[in-house]
C-alpha cells in the first residue's frame, strides 16, 4: 500500500475500468468498502429506473410543453416593449420644439450671398482644368 487513499474521483475512476490500475483497492479495506458502496448505489440506480417508450414520450411532451410556455413568455414579453417605445417615440416627436417662423424668414435673407456662394462652388468643381494647373498660368501672364 502506498500509504494515501483513492480520492473520491479515482474511487469512480476505478469502478468504469479507467481508474488506477496500482492494486491500491486489494491492500486497503477502506478504499475497497467505497468501492463496493458505490457498485451496489450504481446498480440501485440503473436497476430501479425502467425506460419505456410511454415513459420517453411524456418525457418529449413535458419538455416541448417548458419549450412552448417559455416561447409564449418571451413573446408576450416582446410585443409590450414594442408598442411603449412606439408610443414614447410618438410623444417625443408631437412634443419637439419647432422652429419658428422668424429664423426660416431671417435665413431667406441672404438667398442672395446663398446663390453667390454656390455659384462658385460650382464653378470651382465643374472646371475641365486640374486644380494643379492653376500655379502654371502664373508663369504665362502677360506682364
Known sequence: MNGKHWTNDEVVDHLYGVGPEDGHERECAQCMARIVEL???REAVAGSAKVTADFL???QLAIAG?????RMELQAWW???VWVAVMAALA???SAPRPAREATVAGGL???ADAEMYLEIYQSISSEEPRALAPMHGLFEEQ
Open 66 to 70: 417548458r419549450i412552448e410556455a417559455r
Open 92 to 94: 417625443l416627436v408631437l
Open 110 to 112: 441672404n438667398r442672395a
Open 39 to 41: 457498485r451496489a448505489r
Open 57 to 59: 414520450r411524456n418525457q
Open 79 to 81: 410585443r409590450m416593449p
